[in-house]
């Protein structure tokens, strides 16, 4: 059966929970809407993290051992080098790094985690990079890409969010619903569980409305669920987690442009291409590998120039 957990009913007590402030932890407090645990490894884990504003929080760079999801819900930050604030959504593959987390130290943030499968525990950067080199077949990757919600140009209004997609069933989509409007979600079983996730309005489920946030998680072997609005009708994110399985390799990235060479993180698989440079970094199109400050880190894990190769192509 579907799980579905609106924050509204979870017990006082349990909101906001102090969290981890082990070296390279932020502090962070924690509302859990579901969890996995050693018994019951493959049930799913959804919460909300929050730095509160007041004071920058900072989380080192780390790593996940599971596929993950994030989506900043409130205030901003810095992810890694992406300015991010709602809606951004953020996929990793399992034990692909990235980071340092920085929120502002104005309005704080707050993003929810969402797992398919037990997870050890955030692998912070440094005592953990050795681990990390360790592990064969990684294919890190990663995406940070803002969404946003259709049009309410019917009652039912989906929109697809390509940069989150892969043909292990890794897909993402957003949603807008009318009051009382009814949709079936998407095949879970394509993938590895699929979390519908409220962001505003309220769902229906068992004649109970749940108001957002709420958070619905189907397994990969469910069938689709019926989404039903309540009187607010609703905006929300559909995520479907890729299959776990041996991935074939990535399609390599076009040939760069002839005399220039490119350039790839060890860590977390970030590309350098001296034919276009990184403009909104100030290097500008054409420079060289050798001419990129030696101060410069990778936007998406913090890794040092030391860290990249260069692709054979």
């Known amino acids: 059966m579907p799980q579905v957990v609106a924050l509204s009913e979870i017990p006082a007590n349990k909101v906001n929970q102090p969290g981890s402030t082990a070296p390279g932890s932020p502090g962070a ?30 989380s080192a ?5 599971v596929d993950q999801f994030q989506i900043i819900m409130d205030g901003s930050g810095e992810f890694g080098r992406h300015h991010v604030k ?3 959504v953020h996929f990793s593959r399992a034990y692909t790094p990235y980071g340092p ?10 993003f929810m985690v969402l797992r398919s499968r037990l997870d050890s525990g955030a692998q912070r950067f440094p005592q953990s990079l050795e681990k990390l080199k360790q592990i064969p077949n990684r294919q890190p990757w990663q995406v ?6 259709p049009e309410k140009a019917a ?20 949603v807008t619903m009318a009051a009382n409007a009814r949709m079936m979600s998407p ?20 004649n109970r409305e749940r108001v957002a946030p709420a958070v619905v998680f189907l397994r990969r072997d469910e069938p689709s669920f019926e989404i039903v609005a309540g009187a607010q009708g609703l905006e929300a994110i559909i995520l479907n ?6 991935r074939e390799a990535d399609e390599k990235p076009r040939a760069p442009a002839a005399g220039f060479k490119t350039y790839q993180c060890l860590l977390c698989a970030f590309v350098y291409d001296e034919a276009a440079g990184l403009p909104d970094e100030g290097i500008a199109p054409g420079t060289r590998w050798a001419d990129v400050p030696e101060t410069w880190s990778c936007p998406d894990c913090s890794a040092t120039k030391t860290d990249f190769d260069m692709i054979e192509m």
Request: glycine residues 8%; charged residues 25%; aromatic residues 10%.
């Open 187 to 206: 095949d879970p079983s394509v993938g590895d569980g699929q979390y519908v996730v409220v962001i505003k309005g309220s769902l229906m489920h068992e």
């Open 101 to 110: 987390l920085q929120s502002d130290k104005d309005t704080g943030w707050a």
């Open 144 to 149: 940070t890409t803002n969404v946003s919600f």
């Open 155 to 174: 009652a039912v209004n989906v929109k697809d969010i390509p940069e989150i997609r892969d043909e292990q069933g890794l897909s993402t989509r957003t």
């Open 241 to 246: 987690f890729p299959k776990v399985k041996a």
């Open 61 to 65: 760079a780390h790593f996940h051992e």
């Open 86 to 88: 709602p809606y951004y």
């Open 29 to 58: 407090i924690s509302t859990t809407f579901m969890r996995a645990s050693r018994d019951n490894p493959d049930a799913p884990t959804a919460a909300i993290n929050r730095y509160e504003g007041g004071t920058s929080r900072y």
